[in-house]
Structures are given as C-alpha cells and as structure tokens.
C-alpha cells in the first residue's frame, strides 16, 4: 500500500518560540538589573553595606569652665575612665556582667541598676554600667575585651568643683539626666538620650546649661558581624561650652564661708559703681561633688532634714524680714513725700498708740524726743510708726521698689526672689481684705507682710551708698567676651533725701550709742555705714510682755529673732556694699553686724587686714578668731549637734 505524502512538519513551534523569547527576555532583564546594580546604583548599595559595617556615635563636648573673676577654677572636667556597655551586641547581658564583675569593683546593686538601664533603653543604646574606674580596673577590661562582647571602656570627662562648698549655691551643679529632665523638653538634644550624661541641675550650672553644654561631636567606628569594635575610622571634634567668668572673687568668697561657719547666714557683696557681686555666700553648704554621679539616699536624706536648710541658696531665694534695716527706706519715702523734715521730732514713750493697741519699740522705756538721725542710730521704732502712717504704704512701696526691694533682680540664677514689699491693692487681691493702719505700722519696721532677700538688702545698701539704680550681675565674661554692665543712673531723689540717710547710717555704725558702734572700723579711710535690723519669727503676747519678754538666748534656736546688718564703705567714697542676714541670731548688733564688719574689711583691704583696722580693744579677740578659723578644717554641712548661741539685740 502505497504511503501518504503532505507538507513537512514544522521544526519549531510557536510555543517553542515564546518560550524562547521569554527566556531571552529574562536574560536580557537580569543582566539590565545586574548594571544598574554594579554601575548605576553601586554608590547606594555600597553605603547600605557601610551602615552595617559602621556604627556612628555621639562624642559628648567638654563642658565650659567656670572661673572666678581672677581664673580660679570654680568648676572644671576631670578624666573619667568608665566602661559602657551595648545590649544587642552582647547578646546575653547578664553573662557579661558577671565576667565583667571578676575585673572591677561591682556588686549586686550595681550589676543589677546596669541591667535596668540596659532594658529601659534601646538595645542599640550604650549604657554606662561603670564609671571613675581606677587605672588598673580600665586596663583589665581592654586587656580582656576579646571576652566581653558589647563591652567597651572609654576615656570621658566628669564635672569637678575644687573649691566644694563655697559655691555650691552660685555655681550649682551637675547631675545625670533624669526622666523627668527630658519631659520638660519639647525638643530635646540627642545628647541628653546618652545615659548618665550630665546637665545643670541648679544654680548657673542650670540657669547657662545651653552655653555651658556645647556641642556634640561624632565618632565611625567599624564593627564587626558580631557587634565588636573594631577601629575608629573617623572623629570630628564637637564645640567645647563657653567658659564663663564670674564677677566674685574666690579669697572674698572663702573668707565669707568661713566666717559663717556655725549659723545658717548669708552674705552678698556687691560693687556699687557696676553692680559686681564680689560675694554671694550660704551657710551652711554641701559639696556639689556629691552629685555628679548621683548623690545616695542617706546623704540626701540628711541634707533635706537638716534644719539649717543647706540645699538652701539663701541670698538670693531666701525671703526676711527687713526689720529696721527697712527703716531708710521709709525714712527717704517720708522725705520725698515732704510729710517730714530733717530736723522733726517724734516722741517715744516706749509705744505708738492706735486706738486700744499698743505699738512696742523695742527698747521699752522709749527713747524720748528723736529726730531721723538718732532714729537711725538708735533704732527708734516709735519715730518709723509715726512717720509711716503719715507718708502711707504706697508711696512706702514706690520708694522700695526704687531702691531694689519687692523687684526680681535679672540674675541667671534659678528661683530669684521677687520679695514682698505690698500695697493696698496687693492685700485686696491676695487677701481680700482691706488695707489696715496697723498694717503700715508694721511694714514701717519692715515686719508684717514685708519679705526681702539678702540680695536685695545689699541693692538697697548699694543704691543708698552710690545714689544710682545700679544693679547686681554676676557674670564677668563669656569665652573671653566681656559682658558689659548697664551704665547706673541717678536715682533723682529730692535734695537732702540721700546726705540725711547716710549721716543717720554713718551714727550707727561710728557714733556712741549707734547700734553698731561695738562693729566699727577703725581705719577713718575705710569707715563703715549701716543699718542693724532684728526681725521676730514668733508672736510675742501682752501676758510675756508684762511678765518681761524672754531672751533669744533662753528660746529654742529655731524661735530666735532673725538678725540683720546692710552697710556700705567707705562711708565717705562708697565702693561697696554689704548685706548679713542670720537666720535665728538673735540680734543684729551681736549676730550680724561683726561678721560685716570682718567681711568688708576684707572686701577693702583685698586680702589679709591689718589688726589696727580693729578697735583696740578688740584686736586680740580678732586674731584668735582668725587663728582659730585658719586651723579649723573646711566643712561643707553643718554639724547637726552644734546651734548658735547669740545674744539678743544690745
């Protein structure tokens, strides 16, 4: 049979022919995305790689000085050698710690406060977990690093305060960042997500934490698969804090400390042609040291219950009773209101009468016919009730408020005072209540609602002496910048007002029968005006008035009347002026007017003084004092079992 023939069968299919293209396609796709990988996009990928292989971290910058206005160290940086540790790169934390623990000093608590950062933070973050290590611990731990995954020790810089306690409330200090820090940021620096990195807490510390703080800097370093360094590839240096120049003087301010060593004091120095604060001194203090790193729960404990209140920064957040150190204050009110002239009298039996209440002076005889000048120089209550009824306290508190009281002074200092120096329309809105009689009597002593810090008390002082509104400052320069002072400028009292003042200042101080004269200065050249003052803390009833007021002495300390001293020198070219409050002293005469007295000697002569400044019969008992504080220790709290024990007001 005889076979069919047809047309050949194709070779290749259609099918075959699609299959065959799209493999071509492919081909020809893989080797397009192949290009654009190795050539076009060869940068992106090759960073992609980098940032698995490098790591950049943050270099804290070293924190601006802080000087005196004489470069002497008020804070500084000092080494730290600690050892930081990252979470993920070491993968079982607690194993390493506890090799970690065989090589420097780490207990319990402290392994397990690393661990609580370590989890509280991110895993990438590095976590401090030992710190002011000694050299050999820091060199066991780069000598054995192979061992300690994620473990890194670190060369770093710590805040230090050489001079401890006597500026603990100017210059403040320095504390780890707390959570409660980051809250009150809106916006805050990465810097401050490093744990344990330090930032002002109070005082200029605080108040200058942008300037003090600088900028950061970074470092690459190249890491390994597991996480380990293993070299630093890049650093760029950040901006170091500016250095910052305070107006005090380091020889004034230690002299001060120790001369309120015992009392619960403050003192403010201030230059009355700028405004320099050559002294701002709070007794007792503490060392700042203690918290860098973190002060324990004992000794903060014992800081918060100490009733001398050494966390206290007493001349400028601290609110008094001027007592009769306001007394200029309503004596140059009634002048310039013209309701008293110069030569006026005012007759004291003992008390001022407002209907049945009687108004004590405190010398209870009276001191009989007294005119401003022995009104001052004796202290006269009577005449200051008399005069300030009539003058009335708005004008009272208009003068104030020119010469520095009842007004917050710009200081870059936390928590300055504004003080209290009220009216008749400060009562009815914040008492709401009308303004009494009584009331100007009492604010004419400065008691009563009136409140004013030692800072303020030395303004005052400051103003009086110089005739001009000059105001306080306290930083001298920044990072070799001067900062300039306001230019004072005439106060434009009424003539006579300032000369009736400073004669009655120029009786207490150099006049028998002043309440000061036991504190004078025997130099003419340096001769001392001022103002005493004794402020009440406690009601005193008409049944402890006709038994005989009990003495401060036989009180218990915390009862005792508040002592105060305001002066300027030299009386007749004032340069500086000066302010002493002590808390519970008893008198301002006793208390407070010897350690003026003693300070602005030494703010005028510039160091050591001379015994002949002294009295003469005083210049024994003056080098043994000075023997005395020279051997004694510095201490930066006070001894809880020891009180002062001054006596009341001559």
Known sequence: MKKKTGPAAPSVTRRGLVLLGAQLGMVGLLGWRMRQLQVEEAEKYRLLAEENRISIRLIPPERGLITDRNGILIADNRQNLRVVMVREQARDPELVLDRLAQLIPMDADDREKAL?????????????????????????????????????????????YPMGGDYAHVAGYVGPVSDWDLQQLDDPDPLLQIPKFQIGKTGLEKDQEAALRGQAGTKKIEVNSAGRVMRELERNAGTPGANTALTVDHDLQHYAMKR?????????????????????AAAPSFDPNDFVLGISSKNWKALLEDEYRPLANKPVSGGYPPGSTFKMVVAM??????????????????????????????????????????????????????????VGIDKIAEMANRLGLGVKHD????????????????????????WLIGDTLNSGIGQGFVLASPLQLAVMAARIGSGTDVAPRIIRSVDGQSVPAPEPKPLDLAPGVLS??????????????????????AEKAMMMSGKTGTSQVRNITADERRRGVTRNEDLPWNRRDHALFVAYAPSDNPRYAISVVVEHGGGGSKAAAPIARDVMLRTLYGGEVPLEAYPAGQRDKIRQMHEDMDAAPSVSQSDPETLPDNPDRA
């Open 116 to 160: 609580k950062e370590m989890y509280r933070r991110s895993a990438f973050v590095p976590v401090t977990v030992a710190e002011q290590l000694e050299w050999e611990h820091f060199s066991r731990v780069a000598a054995n690093a192979p061992a300690l995954p994620g473990v890194t020790p670190e060369v770093g810089l710590s805040r230090h």
């Open 260 to 280: 309120l060593k015992g009392e619960s004091a403050a003192t403010v120095v201030m230059d009355v042609r700028n405004g320099d604060i050559l002294c701002m």
């Open 333 to 390: 009110a009634a002048l310039e209101a013209g309701v008293v002239g110069i030569g006026d009298t005012v007759y004291c039996p003992g008390h001022y009468q407002l209907g049945n209440r009687r108004f004590h002076c405190w010398r209870r005889g009276g001191h009989g016919h007294v005119a401003l000048k022995d009104s001052l120089k004796k202290s006269c209550d009577v005449y200051y009730y008399d005069i300030a009824r009539r």
């Open 411 to 434: 200081l870059p200092l936390p928590a300055v005072s504004r003080g209290l120096v009220p009216t008749q329309g400060w009562k009815r809105a914040n008492r709401d209540e009308g």
């Open 500 to 521: 009736a003042v400073r004669n009655g200042m120029f009786a207490v101080s150099n006049e028998q029968g002043g309440t000061a004269y036991g504190s004078r200065i």
